[in-house]
């Protein structure tokens, strides 16, 4: 039997990169602590503790309301509208996380020297 879509996740959508889309575009000014991954659209943004927030931003402003994370060894499903975890959600399209080589905090280069300080 096929498990039946939830609203809000597409399991066929690819990530949209290996880092956060509006930090990687902000040539060299922007840095993320970690990634969130829509399990919507596949749009990477920055987690709720990084000065850009675009995760959640991006969902709020899309609709789409379920993030998971982006990083090696996690795997999780938040709905940002209910603030409720969903445990068991599907499995998205590969890659399920940034590459290992990727720092955290990142990108390489443009994270601050006095980072922790800057976190939400």
Known sequence: MA????????PAARPSGDGCTECLASEGT????????????????????????????????????FL???????????????????EGGPDLAEPQSHPLSQPVPGPAGAVP???ERLLH
Do not use: K, M, V
Request: glycine residues 10%; charged residues 25%; hydrophobic residues 25%.
């Open 113 to 115: 020297a006095d980072w």
């Open 30 to 65: 922007g840095w993320w602590f970690h990634l969130r991954r829509c399990a919507e659209c596949g749009h990477i943004g920055c987690c709720d503790s990084s000065p850009g927030q675009h995760a959640t931003r991006h969902a709020n402003e899309s609709g789409h309301p």
């Open 3 to 10: 498990r039946e879509r939830i609203p809000g996740i597409n």
């Open 68 to 86: 998971t994370s982006f990083e090696p060894g996690e795997n999780w499903f938040w709905n940002t509208r209910t603030e409720e975890y969903l």
